[in-house]
């Protein structure tokens, strides 16, 4: 989603600055700008660095920007069962890194903090409204839930001016882990596409350009400032009907397999992004039809197919 915002923000003419996670060797900071090299000379600067570490203060805090927008994470969330502590450093410290920068930043306008529709956990009732318990069911999902609030805290305390958005499922062009990128990266090689449990939970999926949509909004209007709001598509689909849209859609020769649950599943996940528009009008435009449409196209043509 960063690459998104990148490009849109740049589109927007804005004056853009990237964080990316980054090394120092002998003096020279070594990073990949995987996804927006073709961007390198439009941005103002590129810091790099690890944005759990005590240096993230002073690398934001000197680069002074009017509007932060802060997705940096560890968001895979298999990988938390193994490193539930690294995923708490990245999660939780780094964003309580970008929020000590933002209150020394005298121009600051905003500063969006992103949360994720897994601090939800199981529906208890659907659609979910950020009235909703948070109730995660993995390392991954508490340290969101832990992220989120402290995010709140620091606008009820110190009246930092937070906007926090809960991005239900996004996917879409570059994304490389989840179900989705998975599944079409299996369908065009005619590989069998695995299927945890029944595939009966649902998850509400949002086209990428919805959700940038949705960044700028909370980066910008004046009713987002201390407000928690969720995003998504209003639709949930079964991870099996994904699966089976994905080999149609591709024209695939792939086999659907069952295989064990995995560990946290989340059976139910639905937006309710009423409050969405009801404060901003925001409103979903790409279905899930033609999302996968797009993206199947754009890994297609990665692939020279």
Known sequence: MGSHLTETLLRLKASVSVYIRGNSVTGTSLYTLKNIAHIKGDLRAIITGNIASPDAVSLIKADAPRVIYHLAADAYVPNSFE????????????????LTAAQQIKTLERVVCTSSSEIYGSAQYAPIDENHPLCPTSPYAASKVAADRASFSFWKTYGLPVAIIRPFNTYGPRHTYDVIPKFISLALADQDLMVHGSGRQTRDFTYVDDMIRAF????????????????????????????????RLSGSRSK???????????????????LARKLFGYQPKVSIDEGLRRNIEWEKAQRGM
Not at 219 to 239: L, M, Q, Y
């Open 216 to 247: 700028l909004i909370m980066g910008s209007h004046p009713k987002a400032e201390g407000r928690t709001v969720n995003f998504g598509s209003g639709v949930d689909v079964p991870i099996l009907e994904i699966a089976e849209k994905i080999v």
């Open 83 to 98: 490193h539930p502590m690294e995923v708490f450093e990245t999660n939780l410290t780094g964003t309580l890194n970008v």
């Open 256 to 274: 659907i397999v069952h295989t064990r649950e995995r560990p946290a599943q989340v059976k139910q996940l639905l937006c309710d992004y009423s």
